[in-house]
């Protein structure tokens, strides 16, 4: 009886759900002149290469976007707090928030309503909040930085909110303007500019959050919706980024699996990795080596992509990452390296499967050079050492002015703190 009541509950409420759409809908068209979809291409299958694609869409997106229209920055509407916070001396990460935080609501009845800039502050909940309940949710992570010029740039922030869109399609929440977004995040950093640490070696991390706030149990698609965005001053994410970290690596725990939700930036993707996590610290190591299938493919290493500096089987000299394949997060710095390593032409750059039989035998041949992980938390990490059945493999570490990594940090953060002018930065 409980299977039946539930499917019941779930028919009405698509029912419900379907009414308020269509009823949305007419109101659209009457009023701000929302075109007829009939005569629109027809939206490719969920499972096509086109669906899968970065800024493609599937049927419920499409939608989304046609029966609501964005949220427009123009709207934005701005309350300043009335008096500053204090700024710490010491930036431990995500601990200090700025004084303003940015959110927009959604609902499927009035679409998306005026984004506003408001004091930080607490979020109110639903108890029954499927975000809460369910994990219907997500983030980003990006940052802004302060130039030796003193202006203010974000790095590749587009790449961000194409992600951001594209986890928000997966987990059925809706469709927005990434561009009005951005603005509306521009504008956020531009009032808080303040905390901008005036270093070349911090940052503002930026958290566009996005969250069902459907005030009901049950799986189904959200009701409603809100989007925040809140800033928190950070200096290194390790203690000393120049130290090499560490990696556990055990097949038994999967971070990721095929048809999953490992490429979308989830919480719960984190959350599910806290306990292999602590597993590690007990093993001495700081991360975990996330592997994959009977042929332990390295996927990534803690919330990092991993690259692998080595001379290959073929004898090449190359530099390899894992590549995306549904289970690996297109991370914006690994995006950033393959570029910027591609257009250097000094060595082979691929996207390949790589396995830890490949790793420990490139090392017992003496054939790695360096590997380490990228993300925008950690920008680049090298890897010192893997414990790996019982035995902690070293990974060695090229001569300081010929290492991979310093090459690359340095050429990224140069393009990032204005020193080199580059497309890839965004002035706030």
Known sequence: MFGLSTRKQHRE??????????TRQKELKTSVGVH???????????????????????????????????????????????????????????????????????????????????????????????????????????KAYRGDDNRLCLFRPMLNMNRMANSAKRACLPAFDQSELLECIRQLVEIDQDWVPYSGSASLYIRPTFISTEPSLGVKKPTR????????????????ESEAISLWANPKYTRAWKGGTGDCKMGGNYGCALFAQYEAVDYGCQQVLWL???DQQITE??????????????????????????????????????????????????????????LCSALKQQRVKEMFGSGTACMICPIGHIMYQGENLHIPRQDKNSQLTSQIAKELTDIQYGRTSSDWTYLV
């Open 36 to 142: 007829d979809c009939k005569n629109e291409p027809a939206a490719p299958p969920c499972g096509s290469k086109e669906a899968q694609h970065p800024g493609s869409f599937c049927p419920f997106t499409t939608l989304m976007a046609d029966s609501t229209p964005s949220f427009k920055a123009a709207d934005l509407v701005i309350q300043l707090s009335p008096s500053s916070k204090t700024k710490p001396d010491v930036l431990d990460f995500g601990t200090v928030f700025t004084d303003h935080m940015l959110t927009i609501e959604w609902s499927v009845t009035e679409g998306w309503q005026a984004p506003l800039i408001k004091p930080f502050g607490n979020l109110s909940l639903h108890p029954a909040c499927s975000s809460l309940h369910y994990g219907i949710q997500l983030f980003e992570g990006l």
């Open 301 to 358: 290493a803690g919330t990092m992509n991993i690259f692998l500096h080595w001379i290959n089987e073929d004898g090449e000299e190359e530099l390899a990452t894992p590549p995306l394949d549904g289970i690996i997060l297109p991370g914006i710095t690994r995006q950033s390296i393959l570029e910027l390593t591609r257009k250097w032409g000094e060595f082979k750059v691929t996207e390949r499967y790589l396995t830890m039989d490949q």
């Open 225 to 240: 919706a809100l989007l925040y965005v809140i800033l928190s001053p950070a200096g290194s994410y390790f203690n000393n």
């Open 292 to 294: 994959y299938g009977e």
């Open 13 to 22: 409420h698509a029912h419900r759900w379907n009414e308020a759409l269509r």
